[in-house]
């Protein structure tokens, strides 16, 4: 069968001709004071994987998106089919066959799927939309490829994994035979990652030639033919992934080697310190997407929060930061009631954010890194005498944490916009626990950190731990929930199902819990509706 | 008060009401592109001045009423450039340059006019047009189809607005452009091209709306005649959550009132006079309070775009 699926006239199933080889050579790209891409020779051809690997701010992004046509390569050729382009815009690009699936999602929440896939296409009836005809072709590639969403469905009411499925439409509508996909999976939960290898496999059984970014080893390994490494804009190496293993592409990215098993001590439980009773919050759809939670945080532990995207716990933490009304129950943090508090009521009391949404809620992206940094405590010394900032004071110390947690930034004036996602993520976690945090409510701290970053922020979690701050970790990455917490409480449909200690937790009994079966609960799912 | 509903004094008033809505439907429909596509002109008040001085100028000196409409489409066009190239190309401050595009239309017609005419002149307007059969329906033909040229456009202006904006691909590209101009970016939608055609469109319909006030409404020019028009066009457009059809039902509320106004006026009703023109502002800052749908804002409305932010 897939002799006839490839055909022998260059052909992709979708009709448009293969791209057979492309080719970065010498690539170079320089921004303001960093040199993003030093000579990078990269290739990938139909019918293969190819993973491009590399820490935050290793310059992945920079070159995908100068084969993309979105920048203009400093020196250094690209070559498709052997023939040189120059691409002065994505436009160019989609011409020649590629499509990319960007890291923040490029749709218009509100418009439909249909539209979101039309957008910027010729219409086949003139200067009326055919949108009819484009939810069929729609309707045939999502079959095709296994790619389920609803062609009518507002892009806002889609869930994550599902707005990924209709960036992917969208570049096989443009008939992309090359895809680059720049970490699809940060995003999506386990099944969703799945669903997503599946369509890969297809796409290149079928003749795609795919470049796959991300940071997670284990599935690059799982899914990738090649692996290339990159690390400050420079090729570290290039392996087949059948020859090559974890700890040989972490010790590449990071350039020593990485632990990936922490040490513990016993948790030396204080106070509590940060307590939740009864807590029900709205979500955005007007239903109720915390209900009734009840948790408790000692001083000196860490309090893992584990469970599928989507089940309440981005609300419980706005909620707890100040950031979304409360409908009902209580909030005390140290003691006091904060449940109806401003932030800043909460940030004196000595609480810290890490917020999941790190661009929208956690930085200025207009203001400079040393101004990010003083966000909080701008009003306080050393910062301030009087009612003068102290500038001195601010680059100093700022200077100090960009050392310390190893932002990658070409100065502390630099606008935050302009950094690497990880490096944002950083700077956000240098902020918050320089500040000596007495709770500290962590919310995807990892999402979209390299390894040696995260490993790095995992030691500072342990650290403050250590020091006695009560941690409250929201993750849906288990791994990280379970290296770290000393208890565990998984969230599903905005309820608690049940807590665990957490060393001696299995995989498989959170995974169950997850899906919404009872801590002791028997083999049935069991639904949990009000 | 008996005599203000009366038959003759409500079809006066709908008659009236549909003549006061015409500047606004042109200004903010003009608008509506604008803001769709992530820009906003506060300058619209000063294009229809300099819409309304020169149709007025060059309709009274060649005698043709058209050349005056055309110059004033052409004069708005040129202040929507000029809106364009500082907002998108230089990408300046939009609520500062709207209000200097506004001083600048303000102070220039004004200008104009003390030296181009010696006082207030008048002319003859654009002349009602009579449709036919429908223009022979009782009470309904006199009100409803007995407009001039310009009061007709402006509410067929309404469907295609709605039309361009919703059915076709440019539509699509505004509106994509308006929320999330990153994303048509990297669709090859070129969104400064996109953004320098709405916002002179909106120019070119601000110039007809201060036409239709100078050659086929009032029929004069009068400094600072439309005494701040164009900020309620601004308005309306938020009212009608930048809808079209929406954008048509405020401007006709608002007219209706003003209609009313004038009518209690007229008729000398025993009400205070300041309170009566006070009335339909006070009725839209009601009505804009209880109704605007931020949820429909455009996302990206005043923020100047660049390539490379994530
Ligand atoms: N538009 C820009 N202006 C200035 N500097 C930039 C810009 N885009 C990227 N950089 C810098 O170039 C370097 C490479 O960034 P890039 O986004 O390519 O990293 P990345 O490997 O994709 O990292 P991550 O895994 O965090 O997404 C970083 O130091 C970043 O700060
Ligand atoms: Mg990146």
Not at chain 1, 310 to 336: D, F, T
Not at chain 1, 364 to 387: C, G, T, W
Not at chain 2, 184 to 192: E, F, M, P, R, S
Not at chain 2, 266 to 289: K, Q, R, S
Request: aromatic letters at 8%.
């Amino acid at each position: 069968m897939s002799t006839q699926v490839l055909g022998l006239d260059g052909r992709l199933p979708t009709g448009q001709m293969r791209i057979e080889e492309m080719r970065m050579i010498g690539i170079v790209k320089r921004f303001p004071g960093v040199l993003a891409n030093d000579h990078v020779d990269f290739d990938v051809r139909a019918g293969e994987i190819h993973a491009l690997l590399g820490e935050n701010g290793a310059g992945k992004t920079t070159l995908m998106r100068q084969l993309y046509g979105l920048y203009r390569p400093d020196a250094g050729k690209i070559l498709i089919n052997g023939v040189e382009q120059h691409f002065n815009s994505p436009q160019d690009a989609i011409r020649a066959g590629i499509g990319m699936i960007h890291q923040h999602f490029m749709l218009v929440p509100s418009l439909t799927v249909v539209e979101n896939v039309a957008l910027g296409l010729k219409s086949s009836r003139g200067v009326l939309l055919d949108l009819d005809r484009v939810e069929k072709r729609v309707r045939e590639l999502s079959e095709q490829y296994g790619l389920k969403v609803d062609p009518k469905a507002y892009v806002w009411q889609l869930a994550v994994g599902e707005q990924q499925r209709v960036e992917i439409l969208k570049a096989l509508y443009r008939g992309a035979a090359l895809l680059i996909l720049d970490e699809p999976t940060a995003v999506l939960t386990p099944q969703e990652v799945e669903d997503l290898f599946r369509t890969l496999r297809q796409m290149a059984r079928d003749g795609h030639a795919l470049i796959f970014i991300s940071h997670k080893l284990h599935e690059v390994l799982a899914i990738s033919d090649r692996v290339t490494v990159l690390r400050d804009g420079r090729v570290v190496g290039s392996r087949p992934t059948k020859e090559t293993n974890k700890v040989e592409l972490a010790q590449m990215m990071v350039g020593r080697p990485v632990i990936l098993q922490y040490e513990r001590s016993p948790a030396q439980l204080g106070e509590v310190q940060l307590a939740i009773e009864n807590l029900v919050v709205g979500g955005d759809r007007g239903q109720d997407a915390v209900r009734n939670v009840s948790l408790e945080v000692h001083a000196g532990e860490i309090l893992g929060l584990a469970g599928v995207s989507g089940n309440g716990q981005r609300e419980l933490a706005e909620a707890l930061a100040g950031l979304r009304p409360v409908k009902s129950g209580r909030i005390l943090l140290c003691g006091k009631d904060v449940t109806h508090e401003p932030p800043g009521a909460r940030i004196a009391l000595g609480q810290s954010y890490i917020p999941e949404e790190r661009l929208r809620d956690g930085t200025i992206k207009e203001f400079s890194v040393a101004d990010n940094l003083i966000l909080e405590d701008h009003h306080k010394p050393p910062f301030s005498r009087q009612i003068f900032l102290n500038f001195n004071a601010i680059r100093e110390v700022s200077k100090r944490l960009v050392n310390e947690y190893n932002v990658k930034t070409p100065s502390v004036d630099t606008p935050v916009k302009n950094l690497s996602g990880g490096n944002i993520q950083k700077l956000i976690l240098a902020r918050e626990l320089s500040r000596r945090p007495k709770v500290l409510i962590a919310s995807q701290p990892t999402r979209g950190v390299d390894i040696g970053a995260t490993e790095y922020i995992h030691q500072r979690l342990l650290e403050q731990r250590q020091a006695g701050t009560a941690i409250l970790l929201i993750s849906e990455d288990l791994d990280e929930i379970r290296a770290l917490s000393d208890r565990i409480a998984v969230m599903y449909e905005g309820e608690i199902v049940g807590i665990v200690d957490g060393p001696s937790a299995t995989a498989e009994q959170l995974g169950l819990m997850m899906a919404g079966v009872r801590e002791g609960g028997q083999h049935h799912l069991e639904k949990i509706r009000l | 008060m008996n005599d203000l509903f009366t038959i003759p004094v409500i079809l006066g008033i709908i008659y009236s009401g549909l003549r006061l809505a015409t500047p606004y439907l042109y200004a903010s429909i003009g608008e509506a592109f604008v803001q769709n596509s992530g820009v906003y002109n506060l300058g619209v008040d000063g294009i229809m001045l300099m819409g309304a001085f020169s149709g007025f100028y060059v309709g009274m000196k060649t005698g043709n009423l058209w050349w005056g409409l055309l110059a004033a489409m052409g004069v708005g066009l040129l202040m929507g450039l000029l809106m364009a190239v500082v907002s998108v190309t230089l990408k300046a401050e939009q609520g500062i340059s709207g209000i200097g595009l506004y001083m600048f239309g303000l102070g220039l017609s004004s200008l104009l006019f003390k030296k181009t005419m010696t006082g207030v002149e008048s002319i003859s307007g654009f002349q009602p047009v009579r449709i036919p059969l429908l223009g022979n329906i009782p009470y309904l033909g006199d009100v409803l189809f007995n407009h001039n040229l310009l009061v007709y456009g402006a509410f067929l202006l309404v469907p295609l607005a709605s039309f361009i904006l919703y059915k076709t691909p440019f539509g699509l590209m505004i509106r994509a452009v308006g929320q999330n101009p990153q994303a048509a970016d990297t669709l090859g939608i070129n969104v400064d091209r996109i953004r320098y055609i709405t916002v002179s469109l909106g120019g070119m319909l601000a110039g007809i709306a201060g036409a239709s006030l100078s050659i086929s409404l009032i029929n004069l020019f009068q400094e600072n005649m439309t005494s701040g028009m164009g900020f309620i066009a601004i308005a309306l457009v938020y009212f009608g959550s930048w809808r079209p059809w929406g954008i048509m039902g405020g401007a006709l509320l608002f007219s209706f009132v003003n209609a009313l106004q004038l009518w209690l006026q007229v008729l000398g009703v025993n009400f205070p006079y300041d309170f009566a023109v006070m009335l339909p502002y006070a009725m839209t800052i009601l009505a804009l309070a209880i109704s605007v749908r931020r949820a429909a804002m455009p996302d990206a409305l005043g923020k100047p775009f660049e390539r490379g932010e994530f």
